[in-house]
């Protein structure tokens, strides 16, 4: 079975947007907003820093398997990026944070639940006979 055209546009989407976010991490250390909005969190700068990183090696982890066709990568990205959304909801101050996010998830998890990546996905190879 070939991959459908839409999972290879996420997983490519999902590794751009992980550069962007290291890049924006790098950055964001250095700008007076960001580090008041670290500080204000309770958390420390290598907190934040690892768990970014963590997170962002899943997901890359996750989109690699994905274009290899590993069922188990689509269903812990999609687990992942529910519970982030969930997690957001309890800790942001506004539902403009949680938008975004929960937005993405819907979209991506429409495309990675379709009719044509499911086959993809769980592939069988045919019987012999």
Known sequence: MNRPTS????TWLLNAMCAVNLLAMGTGYWIPAAQNLFARSGNSDAVHTVSGILGLLATIVFAAF????????????????????????????????VLPGAIKTLVIGYFLTRRDANLFFTHRLPALT
């Open 66 to 97: 994905m274009l290899r066709g590993a069922n188990w990568a689509r269903w812990l990205y999609l687990a992942w990026v529910s519970i982030g959304v969930v997690a957001i909801i309890f800790f942001a101050s506004s539902w403009l944070y």
């Open 7 to 10: 999972v290879t546009i996420i």
